[in-house]
């Protein structure tokens, strides 16, 4: 059974050309994603030209600087078209996520004429990024990475492996993280690294419970040279931006999160109101009706606590532990209201004939990249109480 489109979210939006950009999106999403989405997605077809035609529409680079190709959008535009994307294909949403984290270390700590040189490309010349920093030793620990970036002559020779990488193998560019001094966070360097480098390579695709449209591998840099001018930023800074980085990327993910949840809810809802159990809809059903009610209040609280962050960093302001309470709120919120809408189907929603399985399964990698939440709680607390061992 083909995927229902999500009912349209009534959004506030700043401005009308944040309200004709989320038309475009929507249009785009329903005539070139939800057709193939379920087919792709079980087959583990990666949609490029999903991607291309999003670059070429001005959506791969949406809250930078239109010098640069960019879209000149505040967060609070650009994440509810993140949702939008999600809504209808994870694999998209979370890809375009994840191009705007490999794009935020040039285009906020690169300088002036790496910007120039790189950034229109990046952002609105087709190509798509991808973020190397956990390897298969550290993830959650990721300030102690092994990969080792060694100064030679005038550029760099970067060897190591970098885990769990979307796009792994597929990319135009890898933002990379790599040890260049000391043991520790201030030992850290960030480098831009071209896909088609010379002893780069990626290992086959991770074989994973859902979200099989999108490549996950590991990536081999096995003496790869680059030239000092794709260093990011100073030399030990690399850290500082990769946890910059994840800040936003964090937002992101909770942007992803509750539009996973909304198709979801939207799937139960139109499910409960047509399916008639006893000479009625099952929708009118007390114990399921409170159920639907209560995933659409977990919803929009979710939204509420991405918006709410995402406003602190468009005015400049900390966003750190809102970015992190959103992401662990709206993940968790994913996987209760897809676990839940799966229930309210009953057996036809453990089949594959309908999407709310591939919801759930999808929504569970939610809590765990870019920070698990049990990460985010201690984010959370080190704002409160301070750091731990004090």
């Excluded at 260093?231 to 992101?252: C, H, K, T, V, Y």
């Excluded at 996987?335 to 009953?346: E, F, I, N, S």
């Excluded at 004939?353 to 049990?374: S, W």
């Amino acid at each position: 059974m083909p995927d229902r489109a999500p009912q349209p979210v009534d959004r506030q939006l700043p401005t009308d050309e944040a309200r004709d950009l989320i038309s475009l999106v929507r249009d785009i999403a329903q005539r070139e994603i939800a057709p193939k989405a379920a087919e792709e997605e079980d087959a583990g077809r990666f949609p490029r030209e999903v991607f291309t035609l999003l670059s070429d529409s001005g959506l791969l680079g949406l809250p930078y600087d239109s010098e640069y190709g960019g879209g000149d959008q505040p967060y609070e535009v650009y994440l509810q078209v993140l949702e939008e994307l999600a809504a209808v294909r994870l694999t998209v949403g979370l890809g375009v996520s994840v191009h705007t984290l490999a794009s935020y270390a040039l285009a906020s700590y690169g300088a002036k004429k790496q910007q120039v040189e790189y950034l229109p490309a990046m952002l609105g010349g087709g190509l798509l990024g991808a973020y190397c920093l956990s390897e298969p030793s550290s993830g959650s620990d990721a300030a102690s990475l092994r990969t080792k970036a060694v100064r030679d002559g005038d550029g760099w020779v970067i060897t190591g492996t970098k885990a769990w990488i979307t796009h792994g193998g597929i990319a135009d560019f890898y933002t990379v993280m790599a040890r260049t001094g000391e043991e520790g966070p201030r030992g850290i360097t960030a480098f831009l690294v071209p896909g088609d480098a010379a002893r780069l390579s990626a290992a086959a695709p991770e074989k994973k419970m859902g979200m099989k449209g999108s490549p996950t591998a590991q990536v081999h840099f096995d003496g790869v040279r680059v030239s000092d001018e794709r260093r990011i930023g100073e030399e030990g800074q690399g850290f500082a931006i990769a946890l910059s980085a994840l800040d936003s990327g964090r937002l992101g993910i909770a942007a992803c999160a509750i539009g996973v949840a909304q198709a979801a809810l939207d799937e139960a809802v139109a499910y409960a109101t047509e399916r008639r159990q006893f000479g009625k809809p099952i929708a009118d059903f007390q114990g399921l009706r409170f159920m639907l009610a209560d995933m659409a209040t977990q919803i929009e609280a979710g939204r509420a606590l991405y918006l709410a962050a995402a406003r602190l960093r468009d005015a400049g302001r900390p966003f750190a532990k809102q970015a992190a309470m959103a992401k662990l709120h709206c993940t968790d919120t994913a996987m209760r209201v897809t676990t839940d809408a799966v229930q309210v189907l009953g057996g036809y929603g453990y089949t594959a004939d309908f999407p709310v399985e591939r919801y759930m399964r999808e929504a569970k990698v939610l809590q765990i990249v870019e920070g698990t939440n049990q990460i985010q709680r201690m984010v959370i607390a080190r704002h409160l109480a301070g750091p731990e061992g004090r």
